[in-house]
Structures are given as structure tokens and as C-alpha cells.
T-cell receptor, first 116, second 109 residues
Framework: GAVVSQHPSRVICKSGTSVKIECRSL??????MFWYRQFPKQSLMLMAT?????????EQGVEKDKFLINHASLTLSTLTVTSAHPEDSSFYIC????????????FGPGTRLTVL | DAKTTQPNSMESNEEEPVHLPCNHS???????IHWYRQLPSQGPEYVIH???SNVNNRMASLAIAEDRKSSTLILHRATLRDAAVYYC??????????FGIGTKLQVIP
């Protein structure tokens, strides 16, 4: 158990367009979902934390108006990159936690975003 | 943020045990020690976690020092599929999770 999916796995878009990435916990209800960004040869950088029905908590330096997070249900969170630019090209990874005491995270497979 | 330190890289021969160390000298009483691993172009995979006692699962064992300031992930018989970046993370109790650079494990056939 504890499977997390992401869609799409890969997306290429033109500069100025918006891209939506979905993250789903397939076999459990997630109390918390996390969104990360990873640049080549670097570690994961936490972008935001979201709880179902609540506004997301963004990390310092992450623009909440550019990276819109919607956590509509206990199994679905979406990240929308608005007005994407080439510098937003990155590997975006979500994770979900079902235990607020341990915060054990189960990660999605990631989404490779390329902005032309 | 509770932080951990790990060696940047390690090597192991295939089918030999691997001991991956992690120091977390500023760990608090409610922090759980988690290990994840990541293959290239994939999301991280949960490996194991523990609080105070040593833990075993089908993937690995986790040995936690008595003072909890360090831990060791043990892969009993390394395979080529175990080559990955291993992250040691402290989390729990709504604390922000910080990923370091992890340990890149190379498995030599």
C-alpha cells in the first residue's frame, strides 16, 4: 500500500502558458501533501505543504501566486505553474503523508516540466 | 530545521552488506528518523523509519544509537538495484522536512 501517482509524467509547454500537475494518493487518505522541486544534480527543495481544505503553506522564496496549490480532497492535490518561464523548468515531485505523528512521506514518480 | 549529515558517496561490492551512516546531533525527542532513496529521474522511495529502537523491514534495517544522535541504514546484501541516492531525514509533528544532498551509493558488480 501507500502508492502515490502524478500526472503528467512529462510536459513541454511554451513560455507564458500555465501547467497543472496532479498528485493522487491511490490507496490511502493523505492528511498532508507536499510539493518539491528538484533541479539537476541537486537535492529536493520543499515548495509548499498543504492539508485538505486548507490553504497551502509556502516556503520562503516560493511565489504563491505563481505556484497555485489546490488540495481539494484527501486523495488529490494539484500544483499549477502559472505563466511558466524557462527558469521554471524542473522536476516537480509530490508526496503524501497519512500519519501526522511520523510524517512518513510516500512520493509520486515526479513530473518533468520543460518550458520553451 | 532539524538537520542531518551524511557522507556524499559510498561504494559497495555487490552482495556485500552496506552500512550508510547519518549524524543528527540536534535531534529532538519527537523526531522520527526516516530513510528514503532516489533513483535518477524518479521520485524518492520510502525505505524505513524509526524513533528509538532498531527496526527491520524487507528492504533494510535501521540501527539507532542509544543517544539518538546518529543512525545507520543497513542493506544486508547490496544489489545493483540498490544503487541510488540515500537520504536520511528527520520528521514528525508538523516539522518542516529538509532534504540534504544524501549519500550516493555505488554498487560494484
Amino acid at each position: 500500500g501507500a502508492v502515490v501517482s502524478q500526472h503528467p509524467s512529462r510536459v513541454i509547454c511554451k513560455s507564458g502558458t500555465s501547467v497543472k500537475i496532479e498528485c493522487r494518493s491511490l490507496d490511502f487518505q493523505a492528511t498532508t501533501m507536499f510539493w518539491y522541486r528538484q533541479f539537476p544534480k541537486q537535492s529536493l527543495m520543499l515548495m509548499a505543504t498543504s492539508n485538505e481544505g486548507s490553504k497551502a503553506t509556502y516556503e520562503q522564496g516560493v511565489e504563491k501566486d505563481k505556484f497555485l496549490i489546490n488540495h481539494a480532497s484527501l486523495t488529490l492535490s494539484t500544483l499549477t505553474v502559472t505563466s511558466a518561464h524557462p527558469e521554471d523548468s524542473s522536476f516537480y515531485i509530490c508526496s503524501a503523508s497519512r500519519d501526522s505523528q511520523t510524517d512518513t512521506q510516500y512520493f509520486g514518480p515526479g513530473t518533468r516540466l520543460t518550458v520553451l | 530545521d532539524a538537520k542531518t549529515t551524511q557522507p556524499n558517496s559510498m561504494e559497495s561490492n555487490e552482495e556485500e552488506p552496506v552500512h550508510l551512516p547519518c549524524n543528527h546531533s540536534t535531534i529532538s525527542g519527537t523526531d522520527y528518523i526516516h530513510w528514503y532513496r532516489q533513483l535518477p529521474s524518479q521520485g524518492p522511495e520510502y525505505v524505513i523509519h524509526g524513533l528509538t529502537s532498531n527496526v527491520n523491514n524487507r528492504m533494510a534495517s535501521l540501527a539507532i544509537a542509544e543517544d539518538r544522535k546518529s543512525s545507520t541504514l543497513i542493506l544486508h546484501r547490496a544489489t545493483l538495484r540498490d544503487a541510488a541516492v540515500y537520504y536520511c531525514i528527520l520528521s514528525g509533528g508538523y516539522q518542516k522536512v529538509t532534504f540534504g544532498i544524501g549519500t550516493k551509493l555505488q554498487v560494484i558488480p
